[in-house]
Structure formats: C-alpha cells, structure tokens
C-alpha cells in the first residue's frame, strides 16, 4: 500500500473530530513510501496516535504528520530484535501538547496503562503491537510543555499494487441504519463512529453501560443495531447485554473485545450475541460484519404489537 494515501484517507477521517484550534500539516515525501501490510490495523495505528495528539492539545495547537524513507542499519536492527536492516518509510507525528513526563515515557505502549482520566489504556499499545506485527518499531521523544514526537518505522516494499487496497475498500457495503456504539474507551467510540459514518450508518456513542442502556430505552424504535465491548465500568458488557435484551429479546448486539473471545465463551451468554469483533477491528471487518447482521432476517428484532 501507498502511505501517503492512507495518511491522508486517515486524516479525512481524524478531522472530524477534531477542531478549527487544531492546525494540521502534512509533508509527504515523492519518494515512494510503499510498505506491505494490512492497511486496516495500519490506519487504525495511525488514528489512535492522532487522536492521542489531540487529547495532549485541549486549547488547540498543531498537528504535524511527516514521512520520509530511511536506512535501519545493523546497530539499528541489533536495539530491535524484530526488525532487519533495511530501507523503512518513516511517519513522523508530532504534536504541541502538553507532553509525556520523562519518567512515565517507557511506560506508554504497556497494556491498560493510561495517563487519562477514562478509557482502559488500549491505544497506544494496540498502535505497538500493529507496527510489530509489520515488522516495524516505534519511537516516542517527548517534554513536558513542548509538545511529542512518535516515529514509526515500517518496512518499505519493493513493489507495491497502489489501487488494489483502495478499490477494495471502496466496494465495501454501505447502509442508512442506526447503530448504538457503547464502549468506555474514547478513541475506540471515535474510529468506530467515525468508519461507520463513512459508510452511510448515523451513529450515537454512549462511554459506558449504564448511559448506553439508558439512551436505548428512549431510542429503541429507531436504534437498529448496537455494538458493546465487554468490559466496561459502571455496568459491565455482561450486564449491560441483559439489561439491553430484557428491553428487547430480540435487538441485534455485537460484542467487541480487546481480550479475545475465548474469555467471552466461558459465559452462557456467548450463544445469545449476534456476532463478536476482535480489537483493534479494521473497516472492512467492520463493515462486513455490520452489514451481515443487519441483513440476517432470522436477527431481526420482533415487530411492535398494533393495537
């Protein structure tokens, strides 16, 4: 895939959540930044960085994105055990925020660890293992007052089939229906909204169970689908997904987890779910999958009763 073209399909994306306060600049290089891989983890990679960037600059600042192509050398390669020497694209994300205190910085891409005030500290650690997983590396400059940098080092490709990713993408299902987004982590509700918006579908996003059950008893009529994570505070997945069905046995629910399904499966509960989605979800999985259960008539919720 071509780089370039995702950052700026992602940030057609990200700028919709975002502000006039925040500036966005780009400067992409001519020199073919073509990597192999999954473009679906890779945007979503890119998206929870920039949507870090944007809650480290609450009163607005600028958002830089930059890529280059560069040579990992043996030294290089020998600090990164999962790389090998070589020609890398390199994304350059830098921002003026606040900053990342020196002594928290090599904590960042751990599991669960959060400097926010909610969310369960997925982000930054889905964006780690993603760059692995393409046999890339990260790396993150920081000061507190001056704003971060992360560069991301992805294996440039020999060759690349720059419309094939797109086209695919482009034929992807689209719908006019209402979905139900419930999960606490912020910049998880955002991607998703903002993919399924993407696709034709008007989204409401609720950050934990008990607000997501509430808005569902006043839009029920209307809400056609609702996608839940399982582990929320508040109101657990679980607990919400029952009080979810006991307002309607019958509404279509999508489990989304960060921790595998097998988890999910030692629960009786797992043969009621329409359909489960690991995280982090790429679009055409999530389109897909959308799509299938809203058009599976055997899902579909029971008419009202008329009088």
């Known amino acids: 895939m071509d780089i370039n073209s995702l950052i700026e399909e992602t940030l057609h994306l990200f700028q919709r959540s975002v502000t006039k306060e925040i500036e966005v600049v780009t400067h992409l290089t001519d020199s073919g930044a073509s990597v192999n891989g999954d473009d679906g983890q890779i945007q979503q990679a890119l998206l929870n960085i920039f949507l870090n960037a944007r809650d480290a600059m609450p009163e607005g600042g600028k958002l830089s994105v930059a890529t280059s192509v560069t040579m990992a050398d043996a ?18 994300v830098s921002d003026t925020g606040h900053g990342i205190e020196g002594t928290i910085q090599n904590r960042v891409f751990e599991p669960f660890f959060t400097t926010k005030d909610s969310g369960t500290g997925l982000g930054l650690s889905v964006v780690y293992g993603v760059v692995q997983s393409h046999g890339g590396f990260i790396n993150l400059e920081s000061e507190v007052g001056r704003g971060t940098t992360f560069s991301v080092y992805l294996p440039r490709a020999s060759a690349t089939a720059p419309l094939a990713a797109r086209q695919r993408r482009q034929r992807l299902p689209h719908g006019r229906e209402n979905i139900l987004v ?126």
Do not use: W
């Open 75 to 92: 030294h290089t390669a020998n600090q990164f055990s999962s790389i090998k020497p070589g020609q890398f694209v390199l994304i350059t």
């Open 182 to 307: 419930i999960d606490d982590e912020l910049s998880v509700c955002e991607i998703a909204r903002d993919m399924l918006a993407g696709l034709g579908y008007t989204v409401y996003v609720e950050h934990d169970g008990k607000s997501g059950v509430d808005l569902y008893r006043i839009r029920q009529a209307t809400i056609d689908l609702i996608i839940l994570d399982i582990n929320m505070p508040v109101m657990g997945g679980k607990q919400t997904f029952e009080v979810l069905r006991s307002i309607n046995p019958r509404c279509r629910i999508i489990i989304m987890t960060g921790y595998g399904r097998e988890g999910v499966e030692t629960s009786n509960f797992s043969a009621e779910v329409n359909a489960f989605m690991q995280k982090p979800f790429q679009l055409e999985v999530l389109a897909l999958k959308v799509r299938e259960i809203l058009d599976d008539r055997a899902s579909a919720p029971a008419e009202p009763a008329t009088s």
